[in-house]
């Protein structure tokens, strides 16, 4: 399974930016989809996540009603739409894809840079 993210960048304090995850796998909807990010010297921290079925998100108290993530199984794809960006949110953000099967089995994009600055 390869995670690829994309959409990241550099935007103004107020701003918004919609991240990417593309999935190559045959079994997208055995994957719970999770946003994480982090900066340098701190521990990557979750952002959001959305279950297999797509039925179920949960969101970190510091993005709640800013961000929304998203997954299309059509498209094997995961996104994460983010408004009201300010430069504490800038980070590295990386995509995760959990089987709901077997939770020990991760996979990990390689990350997309969001920096929010004026």
């Known amino acids: 399974v390869q995670l690829v993210e994309s959409g990241g960048g550099l935007v103004q304090p107020g701003g918004s930016l919609r991240l990417s995850c593309a999935v190559s796998?045959?079994?997208?909807?055995?994957?719970?989809m999770s946003w994480y990010r982090q900066v340098p010297g701190k521990e990557r921290e979750l952002v959001a996540l959305i279950n297999n079925s797509g039925g179920s998100t949960n969101y970190a108290d510091s993005v709640k009603g800013r961000f929304t993530i998203s997954r299309d199984k059509s498209k094997n794809a995961a996104y994460l739409q983010m408004s009201s960006l300010n430069t504490e949110d800038t980070a590295v953000y990386y995509c995760n894809a959990q089987s709901a099967l077997n939770p020990t089995v991760n996979y990990w994009g390689q990350g997309t840079q969001v920096t929010v600055s004026s």
């Open positions: 796998t045959l079994t997208f909807g055995a994957f719970h």
